[in-house]
């Protein structure tokens, strides 16, 4: 895998459980949902900092997120239920209704530093 | 201010029944017993309310119902979809109107545990009611699943951390063991973390089954996990007195998706040679469980059902609601209690801003902002009482604690079906 390749997963958080009652368009539930979490070593790896703008991409879209760091493994970034995450997954279900929602490659770039 | 005790929480499968709610007025003002999630359920009650709208422009409730019963009426391939943050009265009422429109009929378990229902259906399951698992579980293992954040109270009222009539000792009688790609929050409850490679469930799984049956694998490891690892997993397995395995989206949602959970109920049936196990779902944003089972015993089926000729046709991939609007098949949606614009791949999504939708819900969503036509409703739970599933499908009573100036889902989709109804026939 290269440098720039990541699974995604995606899941849900007690903030965006909470947030979500507050609203969807709330700055509480837009920020946990487009926040991804990253292994200290990778964001090292990418010359990224807490805060930082990355571009996510996969086969069927892309998302500039802010990136914060987590103790998920190397190699895999986290991501909130919420629009993000429904716009780098795809419409395949294989012929059973589920789409790929876990465990998609994506590929990271730095978008912009922390303001 | 006024008490009301045993009032349900609607927001996940684990429907707590021992909350109290303090109100006064139309407002809530303190909310006992419930998790975070449950307390935001109930104090955000007046937040984001929807507002009755066709095209964006403000008007009544009665000239939405009418509105939607238009579209609803000449549309030739409608799709209702959703009903997880509803009661079962209103789900019934849903059903009735996907019958007599001839509409695809399917719910938010679409892009959650279909997967686990098509499991179930083509091998079986050993399963339980959770009053058993507190009462019994000396082993638990959780796999791909975070109660901790998905649902809080699981692990202190049912499974972790409660004492029961054989686990007098509650916690101290019982191991707990996780199972995930990464640690999450559900870690620190757990006396064991296995982590496993993203997308090899099915082959850790399949390799337990083997290691079971006695074959050596001539393997070190599988998914990650070291070959003595899942021997000692096995080992705890087939010496417990009652294993329960549950199961989230982790399995359902990742490459294999109903393979891999095919694969953890055969295992689950294969242990019970040695020991009792029973394996269960995390079901439930809401009262999705309420809508799978009002669903299959009205048509037989549990989600992606079609009534277009006469009788129900049960195809996933066919008649879900993904497949359904990537093909751009649907030509109206009646969106009920779930936000389905948020939560589908953004292509499937896309198409129900092409098409005329209706969205019934007591709060804005991306849905509603996409929407032809908006129905505020009062929040099935907080505003209209009725019937919801727990996890184990156990039938809970829901109550109403506040008023709302809007009727409820069951009252709206009921004078829905009286206009379609009166249309069809003046049409004839
Ligand atoms: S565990 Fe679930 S049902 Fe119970 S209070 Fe929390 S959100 Fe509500």
């Known amino acids: ?115 | 201010m006024e008490k009301i005790s045993d009032v349900t929480c609607l927001f996940c499968g684990v429907t707590c029944d021992d909350l109290e709610v303090f109100v006064e007025g139309d407002t809530i003002k303190e909310v006992k017993n419930a998790c975070i999630l449950g307390k935001a359920t109930f104090m955000n009650h007046k937040a984001d309310v929807a507002i009755p709208r066709i095209k964006g422009k403000e008007t009544s409730i009665e000239a939405c119902i009418e509105a939607s019963a238009e579209i609803l009426s000449q549309s030739h391939f409608p799709l209702i979809y959703g009903l997880a943050s509803t009661e079962c009265n209103a789900q019934r009422k849903a059903i009735e109107l996907a019958d007599l429109i001839g509409a695809s009929i399917d719910t938010t378990s679409s892009v959650c545990h279909s997967p686990s229902l098509q499991a179930i259906q083509t091998v079986g399951d050993s399963t339980c009611t959770l009053g058993e698992i507190k009462n019994r579980a000396d082993l638990l293992v959780f796999w791909g699943c975070n109660p901790a954040e998905a649902h809080p109270r699981h692990f202190t009222r049912y499974s972790v951390t409660p004492k029961g009539y054989f686990v007098p000792r509650g916690k101290k009688d019982r191991q707990v063991i996780l199972v995930d790609v990464r640690k999450t929050p559900s870690a620190k409850a757990a006396d064991q973390f296995i982590q496993i490679r993203p997308g090899s469930d099915y082959e850790v799984l399949t390799a337990m089954r083997a290691l079971l049956k006695g074959e050596e694998l001539e393997v070190e490891e599988v998914g990650g996990v070291p070959i003595s690892t899942l021997k000692s997993l096995l080992e705890k397995l087939k010496t417990c007195k009652f294993g329960s395995i549950h199961w989230g989206m982790g399995l359902t949602m990742s490459r294999g998706k109903h393979m891999n959970v095919m694969a953890l109920l055969l295992l689950a049936r294969d242990l019970n040679r040695f020991t009792k196990v029973v394996a269960s779902p995390m079901r439930g944003h809401g009262n999705v469980v309420g809508i799978a089972t009002v669903l299959t015993w009205q048509t037989g089926y549990p989600f992606a059902v079609n009534l277009s000729r006469g009788f129900p046709q049960y195809n996933p991939g066919e008649f879900s609601s993904v497949d359904l609007l990537a093909r751009r098949e649907a030509d109206a949606a009646l969106i009920i209690a779930a936000d389905a614009f948020a939560n589908f791949p953004r292509a499937a999504a896309e198409h129900l801003s092409r098409i005329p939708t209706i969205a019934i819900d007591a709060k804005e969503s991306m849905t509603t902002k996409i929407a032809t036509v908006v129905i505020p409703t009062a929040q099935a739970g907080i505003s209209a009482p009725g019937l919801a599933y727990r996890m184990d499908h156990i039938p809970i009573p829901v109550k109403k604690v506040v008023d709302s100036p809007y009727p409820s889902d069951q009252e709206v989709l009921k004078r829905i079906i009286e206009k379609v109804r009166s249309k069809l026939q003046n049409r004839v």
Do not use: W
């Open chain 1, 1 to 115: 895998m290269s440098q720039s390749k990541f699974i995604l997963i995606t899941g849900r958080t007690t903030k965006q459980g909470t947030t979500i009652h507050v609203g969807k368009e709330s700055p509480e539930f837009v920020e946990e949902t487009s926040t991804v979490e990253m292994n200290e070593a990778d964001m090292k790896r990418k010359n990224l900092q807490d805060g930082d703008l990355i571009l996510v991409k996969s086969e069927y879209g892309r998302a500039i997120l802010k990136c914060k760091k987590s103790d998920i493994p190397e190699g895999l970034i986290f991501l909130a239920y919420g629009l993000p995450v429904s716009s780098l997954i795809g419409t395949d279900t294989q012929s059973i209704g589920m789409p790929d929602s876990k465990g998609l490659e994506v590929e990271i770039e730095k978008y912009g530093e922390n303001k």
